[in-house]
């Protein structure tokens, strides 16, 4: 669905409401009339809450939603940081700014061995640590989350192997943040630090469930606030 289709698809779906005026009268039906910019908010919050609900909670995507979301798929690296790790094998790695969910990843020594990265959660790597072999597997790391001295939105990640002063390259494939759906150039306005028109990029088949979310978002926020028509009557 193109951006122009997105945003007529909305009218015509918007204009398929009549809403009683805001004293209840259904003489005085109304519609909701919303810009582009207003649009375009409400179709990227939408497509942000499906992302949302289709990783929430998973751990691997189904065939199915590889396909739909195979346009978000890349690989980057890590970059290595100085700082303080928990662990004493740990070693810091700033993650590409646009990561939203990691898919799978590895790091490479100087020896060029490959590990595959387990994400560990806290309570897990307290329960593995009172064992008497309190490491990785042999071809394995952890990798726990820690926050940026910076504040920075996107997470360090603090990946521990048997000998950290090995890693050479940590390897992440993973989904990226979607770009917004912007209807057409905004000038001085911004949605998500962008203000020049933009396709969406999920699937098509996925298009007119955040067209149709966009819409129900729409009428929970701007029925409240309806007027009517004429006023006078």
Known sequence: MTIKEFSDQFDTLLDSYKIPDEFGRVENLVTIKLDEYEKSVLLTEAQDMILKATFQGAFDLSEQGQVYFSGLITVGEGTPIIGDTYSDN???????????WILNERVVDSQNNKYVVKPINYTEYDRILSKPYAKPLKRQAWRLYQGADTGAATPLAEIVVRNSNNISEYLVRYIRKPVPIILEDLGDL?????STSSECELHPIVHHD???RAVDLALARYTTNIRPSNPEQ
């Open 90 to 100: 740990g070693k810091l790695f700033t993650l590409p700014d646009n990561v939203f």
């Open 190 to 194: 911004t949605i998500n630090n962008v």
């Open 210 to 212: 955040i067209l149709n």
